[in-house]
């Protein structure tokens, strides 16, 4: 992803973006994303898999949940997560889109 990011700056840096190459760009990037969403949302969280989740999520998150506010602990998350999928019942998440990038940049 840090190698996609940079060549996507060095040719916007350079001025050699065509269109052509930054759509290219932008398909890799949307791939990624999409891949990456699957892994945390459709394994980890709507599975369960504890271990796809720790693989994914950071040590140093910050995460915002309306219910109980500003989520700044690793730990705390696990144990949240390890909660949700204790519970009698499954609370899962579905992605409606894959529309991430501004229709210009495609």
């Known amino acids: 992803m840090k190698i996609l990011i940079t060549t996507l700056m060095a040719y916007l840096i350079t ?7 930054l759509q290219a760009v932008n398909e890799k990037l949307n791939e990624e994303i999409q891949d990456m ?5 459709n394994i980890g969280f709507n599975q369960c898999d504890i271990g796809v989740w720790k693989d994914i999520i950071s040590e140093d998150i910050e995460f915002y949940d ?5 989520n700044t602990s690793f730990e705390k998350e696990i144990n949240s997560f ?3 999928c204790s519970k ?7 992605l409606v889109s894959y529309e ?3 229709p210009s940049a495609r």
């Open 15 to 21: 001025g050699h973006a065509s269109a052509t190459s």
């Open 37 to 41: 969403d699957n892994q945390l949302f």
């Open 66 to 70: 309306v219910r109980t506010g500003l």
């Open 82 to 84: 390890e909660d949700k």
């Open 88 to 94: 009698p019942f499954d609370v899962t998440r579905q």
């Open 100 to 102: 991430f990038l501004h």
